[in-house]
């Protein structure tokens, strides 16, 4: 199937898109709000190239709308292949990270965690680059924001 198969004038669709979305940005507005940074986050050792909290809302708010159009995508070009597979793997993977960290104060596992959705966007990004190229191309933000993350949990874990 092409890059242009998906018909955006087809409700079916536009809902299954917004549903996507709206799912993957709501659960990460639940998750963001109940595992915000605190005390424990502000007495970390950090480095200097740590970002101020308030840019992680609205950079995390973009990334899961292009998340949220990928993983619509590939569930309407096939809901059970493997890149909807890997998709689904990197979001729960996504979604256990700040808990990790902010809540159990895990640096370490949540050092894994990071490097297994880096891994999985990659993994997405190859597997979806043929036949879906859209996809693949929403995933390149995200592939670069979660690199960033991964040195910055990294730099935070070794400094503390």
Do not use: C, E
Not at 82 to 89: E, L, N, R
Request: aromatic share 16%; charged share 10%.
């Amino acid at each position: 199937m092409d890059t242009l198969a998906l018909d955006y004038r087809n409700p079916r669709t536009i809902i299954v898109t917004l549903l996507f979305i709206g799912i993957v940005v709501g659960v990460g507005a639940v998750i963001g709000t109940s595992t915000a940074p605190d005390a424990w986050y502000a007495a970390l050792h950090k480095p200097p190239f740590n970002p101020p909290n308030w840019l992680f809302a609205p950079v995390w708010f973009a990334l899961y709308v292009l998340i949220g159009i990928a993983g619509a995508r590939t569930f309407l070009r096939d809901a059970s292949s493997p890149a909807m597979f890997i998709w689904a793997a990197q979001m729960v993977l996504n979604w256990a990270w700040s808990p990790t960290w902010f809540t159990l104060h895990l640096l370490w596992p949540a050092f894994a965690i990071i490097i297994a959705i880096f891994v999985l966007i990659v993994a997405f990004i190859a597997t979806t680059w043929r036949n879906d190229r859209i996809s693949a191309v929403l995933f390149m933000p995200y592939a670069a924001w979660v690199a960033f993350a991964s040195t910055l949990n990294l730099s935070i874990a070794v400094l503390n």
